[in-house]
């Protein structure tokens, strides 16, 4: 076999690698990494997109597959039409495949989505599969060759690995391979980071205490950490009491320069863990208040400051879309959207078929702002002047969207998953299935489909 060497990007392209996505999946893992994420993750398509076929995958729920780009090289993983887990690699300028099957094999939940990475050697780290189960991880032997990847049964602490949930990995300020993962259940679990030493191959924790702790009666669904234009990283969450999404409350927010000492949005330092008496609210949404977990999106405005969408239910009881922005004297809300009769009164476990999913803030033009969400499988787009005022709403569109009409076959039922570098390669993913369901098995199987690799700009 010949090995292909791989060049990394720049330091900024792995903090991205699992944060931003468009994906139609219910809410079961946060956004940051099941790929909740609504339109423009960064690509355009302002031509018809080069499609190839990469293999036939399971169908029967989402579980969310994951990309990574180098230079030189694609991996990709996913669970295949036996629902096994298989990492595939391709040269960017070649198109034959190299496949790998690893000793995993995926049920009917939706929660266990596959996390990818490449570390600063070339080694792949992929990690998947995980619902309050213990750790399942590869790392590959030989730089680059996805048949070398070997289970590695501890990471860095035996005892906080024994039920895992939510993996993902991203890029430290120092430039380190780091990983996050829930350690619990839903309505008792703590956020704990492990950091990667590439040159001894060997992960220690992070942090030496969990980023926060739910105390036995609740945790914390994490959207970020987030790098922003200001080198902080930014992170948005919720509390939720119970494994019924209903639980969910009060929105709350932190940062940090190196994701080890972290503090409020004023500067002042944060004790870890974090709890629920401990953490800066930044709105007291209450238990029933029509927030939920994926749906607390950091974006940033045109001078760079944090701002966080959400929605929530208003005064007469419609969902809403509202965003919240950090400003010199604190906190600025504005209500986004203004529907009439629109309630999504969630509740129960599992992973929901969702009926709104918003994204992040992105400025546009001179002084506008973006908030793109998709409601009832609708893409619309708002635009906010700099007081956050709204200015217009317009339909939006998704790459899903624009792929099924650009010869990709969606059967009737299924939905178009979509994974999508936003290291701006213009490289993509997708693949139809059926939407979640509740985690539980289904009467019928449907056949595979075609999952497929999508070149929206020609391969360097």
Known sequence: MIIVPIRLRGSRQAIRLLLAASVGVGFGAPAAAQGTLPPAAGVAMDRPPVLSAIDRVWAGQTSRFALAVTDTMIFVAYYDANRQMTVASRPRRGIEWVYHKVDSWLGWDSHNYIALAVDAVGQLHVAGNMHADPLVYYRTRVPGDVRSLTRQTVMANAAAERSVTYPVFLTGADGRLVFKYRDGRSGNGNEVYDVYDAAAQRWSPLLARPLTNGEGRRNAYFMGPVLGPDKIFHIAWVWRESPMAETNHDLSYARSR??????????????????????????????EGGMINNNTIVGFDHQGRVMITYHKFDAAGDTQVFVERREAKGWHVAQVSDWTGFRWDFRGGGSLDSRLRVGGAVPVGHDEIRISVVRDGKPIDFFLDPTLKTLRETPGTTLAEQLAGNGIPVPATMELNTVEDPGGSGIAIAWPTLPPHRDQAAQTIPEPTILRLVELAPSR
């Open 258 to 287: 190196d994701l080890i000492h972290w503090t409020r949005s004023d500067g002042t330092p944060l004790a870890l863990p974090i709890t629920a008496s401990t953490a800066e609210i930044v709105d007291p949404v209450p238990v």
